[in-house]
């Protein structure tokens, strides 16, 4: 057992970043005063939510979700005053679907308030109901498939078991479906993704097959992998906490370093001093680390 505390939280939204550099695992020891700011209100990350939340209530209430994503498609071609209208005022909701189709609303009102709180555009909303078609093409597929939506349990494969949570989790047979929304623009690309290995390696259980889903705004992708594949990607996962946990600072760059707050061109928030293996990358080696940080400054 490594002689460091257990407080390492090696979740599935940092398993690449830590697996690849142990070092961004802890940062104020990898980097002598290195501090992190506070988060930044981010109003992209909201409607994200917003969309994970429509996307739960849609599987989990909707009628149909094939009947829902026709909805939404729908909705997102009123203008907007109007749409923002229909997400304000229940009646004139209900009232808008019966006049379109005779019959009461798939998803009821307040499943839809997600939208309206953070005005998530009707581009965003198009791009739900392509994800719900996607999900509701698989069920069709496979009849005796179960469902789930924001799955919880905890991974229990690593020394430090952190709980996880998965957006949408189908079974069928010897067939499973990991699947992740994702809003952000920046694509993600689906092979080789680490966040859903660690997903499937909390929730697999008898399954042979293994299938990994990113649900992304131009950008829909499955990639799939079987156990084998699955266990040698869980030893390497093991060995890196194990190292992490025995006090491994090393500091190494690469795809992984996209949103880590002391990469100095991070797309999350940042924090400082930036990471000394990012600064050689980027500006090359200098005597004078202060110097590069100034010119950073200046940019």
Same mark, same amino acid.
């Given at each position: 057992?490594?002689?460091?505390?257990?407080?390492?939280?090696?979740?599935?939204?940092?398993?690449?970043?830590?697996?690849?550099?142990?070092?961004?695992?802890?940062?104020?020891?990898?980097?002598?005063?290195?501090?992190?700011?506070?988060?930044? !209100?981010?109003?992209?990350? $909201?409607?994200?939510?917003?969309?994970?939340?429509?996307?739960?209530?849609?599987?989990?209430?909707?009628?149909?979700? !094939?009947?829902?994503?026709?909805?939404?498609?729908?909705?997102?071609?009123?203008?907007?005053?109007?749409?923002?209208?229909?997400?304000?005022?229940?009646?004139?909701?209900?009232?808008?679907?019966?006049?379109? !189709?005779?019959?009461? #609303?798939?998803?009821?009102?307040?499943?839809?308030?997600?939208?309206?709180?953070?005005?998530?555009?009707?581009?965003?909303?198009?791009?739900? @109901?392509?994800?719900?078609?996607?999900?509701?093409?698989?069920?069709?597929?496979?009849?005796?498939?179960?469902?789930?939506?924001?799955?919880?349990?905890?991974?229990?494969?690593?020394?430090?078991?952190?709980?996880?949570?998965?957006?949408?989790?189908?079974?069928?047979?010897?067939?499973?479906?990991?699947?992740?929304?994702?809003?952000?623009?920046? #694509?993600?690309?689906?092979?080789?993704?680490?966040?859903?290995?660690?997903?499937?390696?909390?929730?697999?259980?008898?399954? =042979?097959?293994?299938?990994?889903?990113?649900?992304?705004?131009?950008?829909?992708?499955?990639?799939?992998?079987?156990?084998?594949?699955?266990?040698?990607?869980? !030893?390497?996962?093991?060995?890196?906490?194990? @190292?992490?946990?025995?006090?491994?600072?090393?500091?190494?760059?690469?795809?992984?370093? =996209?949103?880590? #707050?002391?990469?100095?061109?991070?797309?999350?928030?940042?924090?400082?001093?930036?990471?000394?293996?990012?600064?050689?990358?980027?500006?090359?080696?200098?005597? $004078?680390?202060?110097?590069?940080?100034?010119?950073?400054?200046?940019?």
């Amino acid at each position: 057992m490594p002689a460091t505390n257990l407080s390492l939280r090696f979740s599935a939204s940092v398993a690449s970043k830590y697996h690849n550099c142990h070092g961004s695992a802890n940062l104020p020891a990898a980097i002598p005063g290195f501090e992190y700011t506070p988060k930044e !209100k981010a109003k992209a990350r $909201d409607q994200g939510t917003a969309l994970h939340k429509v996307m739960e209530h849609s599987i989990r209430y909707g009628n149909s979700l !094939k009947a829902v994503a026709e909805m939404l498609l729908l909705l997102a071609d009123v203008w907007g005053k109007n749409r923002t209208l229909l997400l304000q005022d229940e009646k004139e909701y209900i009232t808008w679907w019966f006049l379109k !189709k005779l019959e009461g #609303p798939v998803l009821e009102h307040k499943y839809l308030e997600p939208l309206l709180e953070q005005s998530n555009s009707p581009k965003q909303i198009r791009f739900l @109901a392509s994800a719900l078609v996607y999900i509701a093409e698989i069920l069709e597929e496979n009849p005796d498939a179960e469902v789930f939506t924001e799955v919880k349990t905890k991974a229990a494969w690593l020394v430090t078991k952190p709980s996880t949570t998965i957006d949408v989790l189908i079974r069928a047979g010897n067939r499973i479906w990991i699947i992740d929304l994702k809003a952000g623009t920046t #694509p993600i690309e689906v092979v080789g993704n680490e966040q859903l290995l660690y997903y499937a390696a909390c929730f697999v259980k008898d399954e =042979t097959e293994i299938n990994l889903v990113i649900l992304q705004e131009d950008n829909i992708g499955e990639w799939t992998i079987n156990r084998s594949y699955l266990e040698a990607w869980m !030893k390497q996962m093991q060995e890196s906490e194990f @190292a992490i946990l025995d006090g491994d600072l090393t500091l190494n760059i690469g795809s992984h370093c =996209t949103f880590c #707050p002391a990469n100095p061109r991070s797309r999350g928030d940042k924090g400082y001093p930036f990471c000394p293996a990012q600064l050689e990358h980027l500006y090359g080696a200098s005597d $004078d680390a202060a110097e590069d940080i100034s010119i950073l400054e200046d940019e």
